[in-house]
Structures are given as structure tokens and as C-alpha cells.
């Protein structure tokens, strides 16, 4: 099987968020399989993609489970198709959704769904627990969104893993004005494989809209301040969203299977 690790949101060697990407010929794999490749591989996602009628079908595992939208692993999986040949746009058809990706010049774009938060005010105690200091403002959609005051209020962060992975949420984000751009963020999720996120494309699906409303802008600069650090380039287009960044190959080889 085509093997690529692609490193997703960074322009530099050993920054962003590696994925794995896997080009299946015909048929996927059997999901068991998958899963096993994706635990082998030990990155936050491994994405499969299986060309189809001129698109291509895409499924992302963490090392422990299946996973309905990936951003750095769709990013990657683009990066790749592209260095091979394909043409921008591609599709990508998902559990997600429909999912695609352009690329202009060496930054490529994700059109991903908008995923606006509620507030989630009786869950507050419980997240400050687990991350280990209170958010000013605590949001819920697939993930919790603690909103801090400042970037180093977040960069602070030491968070109890156990607790986070015990909340009712696949994880938590941590959010707050940045310094040098509009917002930054820190994504846990050790409930999947995913103790820190380097990079979290899915989670600007909901960072967007929020950061739209409360600084009054469109298009938004972002940084994801973990210990490796990645750039987004963010656009609010209501029921979608506009996630770019960069990408680099950093492997490239075959998986043998029996």
C-alpha cells in the first residue's frame, strides 16, 4: 500500500500535525485492519482514500477508534493527491460529509462544515477540574470549548488527561485571544488516542464561527500553540467554513501487508 506521513498546517520539518495517508486500490480494507495500520502507525490520524467515479472516499482512524472529520489528515490526503497529479479541486466524500480542498500556490484550502457551539454553563466545574484552571466562558459541540482570557492563560495548561477523557466530550479545546494573531487554541482528546492534538483542523468548525462573532471578522489568523505549533488561515462562509494551511512530505514508502 502507498505510504505518505505528511506534516499538515507548517512550512517547517518537524512543526504541524503528521498524518499518515494510505492509498487503497479497488476496495477498502477490512476496518479492523485499518484500525489495526492506524495504532501501528501512532500518529492522531491515518487517513485511507479509495479513488471513485473521479472523487475519492476518505475515512480517518486515531489510534484507538473511527473518526467522522479530520482536518490535517484531509489536508494531507490533498497534499499528496496533488504531488500526484490531481487536479484542484478534489473531493473527498466522508462521514462528514462532502469535503473539498483547493489549492492555490503552495497553501491548500479546506471547505469543511460550520459547526456553531452552545453554551454549556453546568459543565464548567468539571472542565476547570480537568484542565486544571477556569475558562471565562465554556461552550459544548462535539468537543467542550473553554474560552480563556489570554494566550498564556491557555499556553499554561497542565491538564489532567484522566479527567479529560472521563468528561462526556470526545475532547477539549482551549481558546483564547492570540498575541500575534486572532485567536489561538490547544486541543485534548486522550478519551481517543490523542492526549495533546499538534494540529486540529476539525476543531476550527466550531473556533471559527465564535471567533467571527465575537471579533467581528471573516477571516481570521489562527495559531494552535502546541509543543510542535501550526498556522491556520481561517474564513467564516456561514454554513461553511475556509480552513488553509501549508503541508510537507516528510515519508513517503509502501505498508506490507500479507
Known amino acids: 500500500i502507498p505510504y505518505f506521513e505528511v506534516l499538515a498546517f507548517t512550512k517547517r520539518l518537524f512543526g ?3 498524518a499518515g495517508v494510505c492509498l487503497l486500490e479497488g476496495d477498502w480494507l477490512p476496518a ?3 484500525q489495526q495500520i492506524a495504532h501501528e502507525n501512532n500518529l492522531a490520524e491515518t487517513a485511507f482514500l479509495v479513488k471513485r467515479d473521479g472523487d475519492f472516499d ?16 484531509t489536508l494531507a490526503s490533498a497534499h499528496v493527491l496533488f504531488a500526484r497529479g490531481e487536479k484542484s ?9 462532502a469535503l473539498a480542498v483547493s489549492r492555490q500556490d503552495d497553501l491548500l484550502e479546506l471547505d469543511f ?18 484542565l486544571g484552571a477556569p475558562p471565562a466562558i465554556l461552550l459544548r459541540e462535539r468537543d467542550f470549548y473553554a474560552v480563556f482570557a489570554r494566550e498564556s492563560d491557555v499556553a499554561a495548561l497542565q491538564p489532567d488527561f484522566a479527567a479529560v477523557a472521563a468528561l462526556d466530550r470526545q475532547g477539549v479545546v482551549a481558546t483564547a485571544p492570540g498575541d500575534s494573531c486572532d485567536f489561538v487554541s490547544r486541543y485534548f ?4 488516542g490523542i492526549p495533546e492534538d499538534p494540529v486540529t483542523g476539525s476543531t476550527h468548525c466550531t473556533l471559527i464561527p465564535y471567533w467571527t462573532e465575537r471579533l467581528g471578522k471573516k477571516k481570521l489568523h489562527a495559531r494552535q500553540i502546541s509543543e510542535r505549533g501550526g498556522e491556520l488561515f481561517c474564513e467564516n462562509r456561514g454554513a ?3 480552513i488553509g494551511g501549508s503541508a ?8 506490507h501487508l500479507p
Not at 189 to 192: G, I, N, R, T
Request: proline residues 12%.
Open 32 to 34: 479492523e485492519m485499518m
Open 16 to 18: 504541524g500535525n503528521p
Open 240 to 242: 461553511r467554513v475556509g
Open 89 to 97: 479541486p478534489v473531493t473527498f466524500h466522508s462521514r462528514g460529509g
Open 248 to 255: 510537507l512530505t516528510y515519508v513517503e514508502g509502501m505498508i
Open 189 to 192: 482528546a486522550p478519551a481517543v
Open 58 to 73: 476518505l475515512r480517518w482512524f486515531t489510534p484507538a477508534i473511527e473518526v467522522d472529520l479530520c482536518g490535517h489528515a
Open 113 to 130: 462544515p460550520a459547526r456553531p457551539a452552545q453554551a454549556a454553563p453546568a459543565s464548567a466545574p468539571a472542565v476547570a477540574k480537568a
